[in-house]
């Protein structure tokens, strides 16, 4: 028996220790970095990036959004980085990665953009990451892009079937999120809103709200529920709704260049 207590304990024991390490390595916050501008020169081109997760990996906006400036008289350039199930913390350590990596978008701060958009949070809030992870790296995001005199045009976190994502998980996973939902105080109903609500708090509070351009995506889309149709799965838009998505984002990029007075027609 004593040998059999023995044996149950080093596994008890293992498994707190996996346990631990794996709660530790999943909320930890990224260390701010030190970013260096670049020296920009002038470009009649606008040059814009992207960083985000599988909203924006594959290049699905960049050819919407370059057309839609087309439409718009103006000459532009996309360049853009995207992980599949990136969190809002490994978008911004992606950020730092070296340029061999094949998931780094450290050339956001080496290609004279004059805007970067995010887009961010689906897997924050389908992993129950919790919004304060979520706004402490979208906010290091935000003010690294200022350091180096890019614009950041942030999305606010999409609407999307977070329950109907919930209900195809399996029963270890659906625990798992009940689980960390609790541990992070945000619960599963609704966390969306939560989630908007902790970032819009905290960049208010860094006085960064008046610094970035927002695209509030209750504007493209209001409810999941009601607008099926424009989504390939419960956590992904399809491409209409990217299309609508992208149309958007430019409407609301051109607004911010003719407020900063910006707008430059292309040379034909």
Not at 69 to 80: E, G, H
Not at 223 to 235: E, V
Not at 258 to 265: A, G, I, M, R
Request: glycine residues 6%; charged residues 20%.
């Amino acid at each position: 028996m004593p040998h059999i207590k023995k044996i149950i304990f080093f596994i008890v024991s293992l498994i707190a220790i996996a346990s631990t390490t794996y709660l530790v390595f999943r909320w930890n916050y990224a260390d701010d970095h030190n970013v260096v501008p670049e020296k920009k020169h002038a470009t009649d081109t606008l040059l814009i990036g992207i960083v985000g997760d599988s909203w924006v990996s594959g290049h699905k906006l960049d050819t919407i959004l370059f057309n839609n400036f087309r439409k718009n008289i103006l000459d532009c350039r996309i360049i853009s980085f995207g992980e599949a199930g990136a969190s809002s913390g490994l978008i911004y350590r992606n950020m730092f990665k070296d340029a061999s990596d094949p998931f780094s978008s450290n050339s956001v701060f080496y290609s004279n953009l004059k805007y970067c958009i995010i887009i961010a949070g689906v897997n924050d809030a389908i992993g129950q990451y919790g919004g304060k992870y979520y706004a402490y790296h979208i906010n290091l995001i935000i003010r690294d892009l200022l350091r180096d005199h890019i614009r950041p045009v942030l999305v606010t976190l999409p609407e999307f079937g977070i329950e109907d994502a919930e209900n195809s998980f399996n029963i270890f996973k659906r625990i798992r999120n009940r689980v960390f939902g609790v541990f992070t105080g945000n619960g599963f109903q609704n966390s969306i809103r939560d989630y908007r609500k902790t970032l819009a708090d905290d960049l208010a509070s860094h006085h960064l709200d008046d610094s970035i351009v927002t695209v509030n995506f209750d504007s493209v889309l209001m409810r999941y529920q009601d607008n099926k149709s424009l989504y390939f799965n419960p956590p992904h838009l399809n491409l209409k709704g990217n299309q609508k998505l992208g149309r958007y984002i430019v409407k609301c990029i051109l607004a911010d260049m003719q407020k900063l007075d910006l707008t430059k027609p292309i040379t034909r």
